[in-house]
């Protein structure tokens, strides 16, 4: 079993519509990233967060701790938010527990 | 715009042949991440440094990968002998870290990437 667990690991969207990902780890973190991986391949780092909540334009990461849950929501969403999305768990020890991701396609 | 760069983008190389993948970090940044992504397993840590030493390479088979940093602008990553299973896209991130027990746990900036194909 993955130590970090994502869902769904698919989704297809319309355009503007609220989209949510999920990610359930089982291990201690000190952290949890949010990556986003374009379909060329590369990654952008989008929320590192310990605690609550974050939002950057139109994306918002919240995280429980006690319940071991974060998710990344997309409002108004968008064709060009297609990516793959990537949630890693890190803990104080430096250690890494990636997620499989959450491959998220928009139709206009 | 500071980017991290990597060389070569593409590599395609015959089993037992030498590879070297070279990341530049962006300009004071002290902390260079490794990474190995694969289909099957998706995204794995393979080695990262702080300040130039390297603080963690357990991700890594040590019989043929070694990662280096010979100065604070260069992590080089190679694998001799290459071995078909190596096939991988290898990406390279930098950030900086104010709180060095915590290194994982500050925002990476991501490389685009070398694609490696062995033969």
């Known amino acids: 079993k993955n130590e970090v667990e994502q869902s769904p690991q698919n989704l297809t969207a319309q355009e503007g519509e609220f989209i949510t990902i999920n990610c359930s780890y089982s291990?201690?973190?000190?952290?949890l990233h949010w990556l986003q991986q374009h379909p060329g391949g590369g990654i952008v780092s989008l929320f590192m967060?310990?605690?609550g909540k974050k939002k950057h334009g139109r994306l918002i990461a919240t995280i429980n701790i006690q319940e071991k849950h974060s998710s990344l929501h997309i409002t108004a969403s968008h064709p060009r938010d297609s990516a793959v999305y990537i949630c890693?768990?890190?803990?104080?020890?430096?250690?890494?527990?990636f997620g499989t991701g959450t491959s998220l396609t928009v139709i206009p | 715009d500071a980017r991290v760069t990597q060389t070569p983008r593409h590599k395609v190389t015959e089993m037992g042949q030498e590879v070297t993948m070279r990341c530049q970090p962006i300009?004071?940044?002290?902390?260079v991440f490794w990474y190995r992504q694969t289909m099957m397993q998706g995204l794995e840590l393979l080695a990262y440094?702080?300040?130039?030493?390297?603080?963690?390479d357990s991700g890594m088979p040590k019989d043929r990968f070694s990662a280096e940093m010979p100065d604070a602008t260069l992590a080089t990553l190679k694998i001799q002998p290459s071995e078909p299973r190596d096939s991988a896209v290898y990406f390279c991130?930098?950030?900086?870290?104010?709180?060095?027990?915590?290194?994982?746990?500050?925002?990476?900036?991501f490389g685009p990437g070398t694609r490696l194909t062995v033969t």
């Open positions: 991130a930098s950030g900086l870290v104010l709180i060095p027990r915590t290194a994982a746990s500050h925002e990476q900036y």
């Open positions: 291990v201690g973190i000190s952290a």
């Open positions: 967060l310990s605690s």
């Open positions: 890693a768990g890190t803990n104080t020890g430096n250690q890494f527990y």
């Open positions: 300009l004071g940044h002290n902390t």
């Open positions: 440094f702080r300040n130039r030493a390297p603080l963690d």
